[in-house]
């Protein structure tokens, strides 16, 4: 019964939202969208295909190239006329060799699995002691400042059980970047998924190389490594070579001009490339390839809603945002940037249950349109999100003020959040139907966003951004990062 009572309850506020931009001919329009995606989606099988032709999709390398063709390729068999390719040049890194020795002493080290951190150096033989530094974060480091200078610091990739109430956890690279700040000559990452998955990504903040050593060992090995230097000094030898050099990439771009706003727009992306342990089937085919599925869907029910839509395939995201970094500084120089109306970024969404934004204002308007999403499914709780974070494509266009959002309340399926960056994110993990919901909630989304009235939501002003930045607590990261560029 009381189950009963809460669906009535949240159908009752799903029913409560229409907005005054909404048009009497989305709920027609939206079960159009709907019963094409779940008849005739492209999303799961260009994946699996994808996955299975290509292999892993790093940016800069012969498989990062072969990506970008068959998005574009696949694009242009959808009927897109204007598909373009955005070539960027920058710095890209690959791993090369690694071994790494941990012991009672630099006489006994005994080898440890591991795999590199991007942007190590591109050579690096250190060796010393270790230095339990926790969760890793300033705070730690603070209360002995001097423990891990010319040492190599140990953290947990996240926050350690029995930690302070409260505890915030940083993203790898601003960990590596406290730990280079204190002094240290190496860092080894504890990764919080057991079973010994190893994670990779990058360690570096600003996408460029970082000057020590960084390492992931999985978790049963750290959290043992942790009891040792309990009891007594551990010592650790990290050797490695690397790859670094200026390479070529492409964002892949296709523009649905709108009808009576051509000059408003709407873009929608996901990051195309991977990391090289895997496919990358989670991260981040089944966001890239839903995206590409909407663009299909779209193209197949000949939908022209009143604004141009863009949707973008990114590349680079994984070694430091590359890719949209690349596409906002384009759009800053040629004035377009003040044209973006919406970003709405698509990276590991899965099953969606409602939408989120980074405005508060858009709230009656999203609402509006998970509305008609719920009466066409209930399985659309039509939930809403709001405020911002970092380290995805929407970031560059947060802090030039564009409104950012995107799906919101979903799980990854099959329980493959462990596999994050780890040699098991392959296509086996992927859930068919998870991925159509994403592509038709989604596209609804995109439409409604395109087509409405008015968007409630402008961009912020450089003090507005400021102000956004702070109530979301992203200073630190930013200031950590090097792109906190306000002075107080």
Sequence with gaps: MRKSLTALA????????????????????????????????????????????????????????????????????????????????????????????????????????????????????????????????????????????????????????????????????????????????????????????????????????????????????????????????????????????????????????????????????????SWDLATGAIDNGIGSFSVLDMARTFQALHLRPERTIEFVMFMGEEEGLLGSKAYVNAAMKDGSISNIRYMLNYDMTNDPKGYSSSADETEPLFKSIGNIAHNIDTSFTNTFRSGGGLHSDHQPFMLEGVPTGGGAGGNLPNNSGGCYHADCDDFKMVDEQGMKNTVRFSAMLVYGLADAKEIPAKRLTDEETKAFLLKNNLKEPLSIAGEWRWKD
């Excluded at 790898?172 to 057991?194: F, L, P």
């Excluded at 978790?219 to 030898?237: C, H, I, V, W, Y």
């Excluded at 892949?252 to 990051?271: D, Y």
């Design 10 to 273: 949240c159908f009752a506020c799903a029913t409560s939202f229409v907005s005054a931009q909404e048009k009497s001919d989305w709920p027609e329009v939206f079960k159009q969208i709907n019963t094409e995606v779940q008849t005739n989606s492209k999303a799961y099988s260009t994946l699996r295909d994808a996955t299975s032709t290509i292999g892993h999709r790093l940016t800069g390398s012969p498989n990062g190239k072969k990506a970008e063709d068959y998005a574009f390729n696949l694009l242009k068999s959808y009927g897109f006329t204007d598909v373009r390719y955005q070539p960027f040049e920058v710095e890209s890194w690959s791993r090369g060799t690694l071994q790494v020795g941990i012991g009672s002493s630099l006489q006994s080290l005994q080898p440890v699995k591991s795999v590199s951190l991007a942007h190590a150096p591109v050579k690096a033989d250190v060796s010393g002691e270790l230095v339990d530094m926790g969760n890793g974060l300033e705070a730690d480091y603070a209360a002995k400042p001097e423990a891990v200078k010319g040492k190599i610091a140990l953290v947990y990739l996240g926050v350690l059980p029995g930690s302070a109430p409260g505890t915030k956890s940083l993203h790898r690279s601003e960990k590596t970047a406290i730990a280079i700040k204190y002094g240290a000559k190496g860092i080894i990452v504890i990764n919080t998924v057991k079973n010994g998955v190893l994670l990779t990504g990058t360690a570096s903040v600003t996408g460029k190389l970082i000057p020590i050593p960084a390492v992931c060992i999985g978790n049963e090995d750290g959290m043992k490594l942790k009891e040792s230097l309990a009891k007594g000094p551990q010592f650790t030898r990290i050797k490695m070579t690397n790859f670094s050099g200026m390479i070529k990439a492409r964002n892949v771009i296709a523009t649905l001009p709108g009808k009576t706003l051509p000059n408003e727009k709407i873009v929608i992306g996901g990051h195309l490339d």
